[in-house]
């Protein structure tokens, strides 16, 4: 036992001396792998502040006469100086209030003064503006002072700095030491190899904005040299940076070599001894656990080891190891040795896992079910979180009783009123279920009161819509009822009409007594009742496969406006006798779409012979063919001659007429027809009724 964790802690500790090594080759390998001290990142980042301080401080200076000329004063600034207390009256007034109790001669005299010098702030704008740009003038000198301090600084700090630089545009040339002679650093500026090129206001210092505002956007460009001399890093603070990189880059490389044996040792070590991280004692605890909670854990444990080993970098490198912190080291050890215990606890067990057993799936459950009525959850939450709350309140009252003073108004103001409002939803919901319960019992009774906008109360009112639709469920199947006794009403009376016709004639025929034409007459009325019959059964069958769904349709691409053309050329003869007047608006342009020619040819003469069987006569029908939207839209419109009720939809119920006496030639079936053809077709039928209007309105894709 004791050897196992013995050889656990030693793979451990390659371990974290592996990921030591990766970790410092990913965060320092730019900065030390095949560069110098003058290439790596301290440097460059020293040198690109020496390049921008040296212009906006000693070279590219600004004169600060030439920015106090640039000074303007505009209308608005006058007029801000003028209200920025105020306006005249107001101004005056406060400073007759600041001295009204104010007797003496010298007093007097500065509030006059002050009253003077505000009163010609007001009419004087000469005299203002001349006190905006001493402002102007005294910001220009802080922002100059500041400029003297920060250069002050800058030349201290960087004096191992040469450099040699002219001005492009103006020629003017800047030298501070020898760039000449044999150096340790140089770097050349000119168009081959970039200028050095800054803008002349400096940003870290008082009044920058104002002083930029004076001198636009100006930026300067350099040519020339910047160096460092080869004695610069043999003494000084440069000496010492110097050498500071290379002991680190000596202990960069270090670390990596040492990284790679620690690897190489660890996978040798892990292949022979990676059993012993099993502890069935541990893993049987580790498994009992829920596997989000051992991922957690697993993915902790790695956050840890990392985080731990990352500290110890900055140990390594800056305090050369001298000041290694155990704890760390002791922390880096065990959580990557718990982390390896980990992988090999759940891989052996990851087949196994039932994930419905996690702590996830269970919460995610309950919240689903908390959130199904996301405002009802919502609320419920707050109130547990009140009375949360004021339960630990009461608790702490009697640990520190001065408490008292926030508990009692929390109490009256919050605690209170969210157990009357909890109580009062309580027996609302209660109110509810027992209604819901009545209704189950079908019992419908009367409408749930609503009480208020709670998610209670809208739950009270989608009971009552339920009621409702219950209630109009009941109205329909009476009505259905009705319609199926109706139905067979009609459908008895007319086909009994034409077969006792049929019935009676038969009989006269066979009477030998009956003269020529008299029989020739009973044949006439026999085969005019049989067609009838034969007619008024067709369309039933018709009617009846169409609603069941057991029609095909032959669809091709047709020209509606033809077909109702030779629509109502084909009733020209019927329309001459009806003594109706149609009105009838096609335009000449054709309107395709695509549908069962035949079928639809049986909407459109349904239609115009229901005009000739139940306009009423003398009067005008209206017949219309257009394109709308990509829709074809055909209108017919006409005066009834029979009352049409209320309920229109009820003109399409099979054998339904507006002639209740039934003493017509109609089947009853016609606008039925025209309903089921049009359904099939994927259109819409609409029938309207004002008084004895009757319009109906066919719709149908064109293409």
Do not use: C
Request: zero cysteines.
């Amino acid at each position: 036992m004791k050897q196992s964790i013995g050889k656990n802690v030693l793979l451990s500790i390659l371990a974290v001396i592996t990921m030591f090594a990766l970790f410092t080759l990913t965060d320092k390998s730019r900065n030390f792998i095949g560069t110098s001290y003058f290439n790596s990142n301290d440097f460059q980042a020293e040198l690109s502040q020496f390049e921008r301080s040296i212009v906006l401080l000693v070279i590219a200076v600004p004169d600060k006469e030439a920015v106090k000329k640039n000074i303007t004063v505009t209308a608005d600034e006058i007029e801000e100086y003028r209200n920025r207390y105020g306006n005249l009256d107001e101004q005056l007034n406060s400073i007759r209030s600041q001295y009204e109790n104010s007797t003496d001669e010298a007093s007097i005299a500065e509030r006059n003064k002050k009253i003077e010098d505000i009163t010609k702030n007001f009419h004087d704008d000469s005299y203002v503006e001349k006190k905006i740009r001493l402002e102007k003038e005294a910001k220009v000198d802080v922002y100059y002072k500041s400029i003297d301090r920060a250069k002050n600084d800058f030349l201290n700090d960087n004096d191992d700095f040469n450099y040699d630089l002219k001005n492009v545009e103006t020629g003017e040339r800047y030298t501070s030491g020898d760039t000449t002679s044999k150096n340790a650093f140089h770097k050349e500026y000119s168009s081959k190899y970039g200028y050095l090129k800054e803008r002349i206001t400096y940003e870290n210092v008082d009044n920058f904005w104002d002083v930029q505002e004076l001198m636009g956007n100006q930026w300067a460009r350099f040519e020339g040299t910047v160096a460092i001399s080869n004695d610069s890093i043999l003494s000084g603070h440069r000496a010492y940076q110097y050498k500071y990189f290379l002991t680190n880059q000596r202990i960069f490389y270090g670390v990596l070599i040492a990284g790679i044996f620690a690897a190489i040792a660890f996978v040798l070590l892990w292949r022979k001894s990676s059993e012993k991280f099993q502890q069935e004692d541990w893993e049987q605890k580790y498994s009992s656990l829920p596997i989000d909670v051992r991922v957690v854990l697993f993915f902790v444990s790695i956050f840890v080891a990392i985080t731990a080993t990352k500290e110890l970098i900055g140990n390594i490198f800056y305090y050369k190891g001298w000041d290694l912190p155990i704890f760390t080291s002791l922390f880096a050890i065990l959580f990557t040795g718990f982390t390896l215990y980990q992988w090999r606890w759940l891989r052996s067990g990851f087949g196994k896992i039932n994930w419905k057993q996690s702590l996830i799936y269970s919460w995610g459950k309950s919240l689903k079910g908390f959130f199904l009525k996301r405002s009802i959850g919502v609320q419920t939450l707050i109130m547990l979180i009140v009375v949360f709350f004021w339960g630990f309140g009461t608790m702490l009252v009697f640990l520190q009783p001065a408490i008292i003073l926030v508990w009692i108004p929390a109490t009256l103001l919050i605690g209170i009123p969210v157990l009357i409002v909890l109580l009062s939803r309580m027996s609302y919901l209660n109110r509810i279920i027992v209604k819901t319960e009545e209704m189950a019992r079908g019992f419908i009774g009367n409408e749930v009161d609503v009480k208020g906008k709670s998610p209670i109360a809208d739950h009270a009112a989608s009971l009552n819509k339920l009621r409702d639709r219950i209630k109009s469920s009941h109205t329909e199947q009476a009505k259905s009822e009705r319609l199926k006794t109706e139905l067979i009403t009609n459908v008895s009376h007319d086909l009994r009409t034409p077969l006792t016709s049929i019935i009676t004639y038969t009989d006269l025929l066979k009477n030998p007594s009956i003269t020529d034409e008299e029989r020739a007459s009973y044949i006439s009325i026999l085969d005019k009742k049989s067609m009838r019959l034969k007619t008024l059964i067709e369309d039933l069958f018709e009617v009846s496969k169409m609603a069941s769904g057991n029609m095909e349709l032959d669809k091709r691409k047709v020209d509606l406006t033809q077909l109702l053309q030779q629509a109502i050329a084909e009733h020209q003869e019927e329309i001459d006798k009806s003594g109706l007047e149609y009105r009838v608006t096609i335009g000449t342009k054709p309107i395709m779409s695509y549908v069962d020619g035949q079928k639809w040819w049986r909407v459109l003469d349904n239609l115009i012979i229901n005009t000739l069987k139940y306009a009423l006569p003398n009067t005008r029908v209206y017949i219309n063919l257009d394109q709308v939207d990509g829709e074809a839209v055909f209108v017919i419109k006409n005066i009834a001659k029979y009352e049409l009720g209320n309920d229109v939809n009820e003109l399409t119920e099979r054998f339904k007429r507006a002639d209740t006496s039934r003493n017509t030639d109609g089947s009853g079936l016609g606008l039925a027809i025209v309903q089921s053809i049009v359904d099939l077709h994927g259109g819409s039928l609409r029938m309207e009724v004002d008084g004895d209007l009757f319009k109906a309105t066919v719709k149908i894709a064109t293409v």
